[in-house]
């Protein structure tokens, strides 16, 4: 049974950091994209980056471009977002997601194939 765990999520002032991971098992995905989306109350699930298989290239939502970046260990088959210069707006849920085969830019919130329970992340002003 795949499983995807985040961690890393909290409660930071403005302007800090913090570093989200998510680690999957019950398969490798070395070879597949893997991804980061938020959700906030009322809101559909949106988009925030992905990596394609063994890093090759990444892609970022607009509002994280500079601010946020994903990385990959597949050796620990772990994903990781490190975010930067946080905003109030960036008060999420933060989910990581994993899909089987296709390129990054098939990972999208109808196209993943697994999620995790997801991780609190809450930015004070």
């Known amino acids: 049974q795949v499983q995807l765990v985040e961690s890393g999520g909290g409660l930071v002032q403005a302007g800090g950091s913090l570093r989200l991971s998510c680690a999957a098992s019950?398969?490798?995905?070395?070879?597949?994209?893997m991804g980061w989306f938020r959700q906030v109350p009322g809101k559909e699930r949106e988009f925030v980056a992905a990596?394609?298989?063994?890093?090759?290239?990444?892609s970022y939502a607009d509002s994280v471009t500079g601010r946020f970046t994903i990385s990959r260990d597949n050796a620990k088959n772990t994903v990781y977002l490190q975010m930067n210069s946080l905003k109030p707006e960036d008060t999420a849920v933060y989910y990581c997601?994993?899909?089987?085969?296709?390129?990054?830019?098939?990972?999208?919130?109808?196209?993943?194939?697994?999620w995790g329970q997801g991780t609190q992340v809450t930015v004070s002003s």
């Open positions: 990596i394609s298989g063994w890093s090759i290239s990444t």
């Open positions: 997601a994993a899909k089987s085969g296709g390129t990054i830019g098939t990972m999208s919130l109808r196209g993943a194939n697994y």
């Open positions: 019950g398969r490798t995905f070395s070879n597949d994209p």
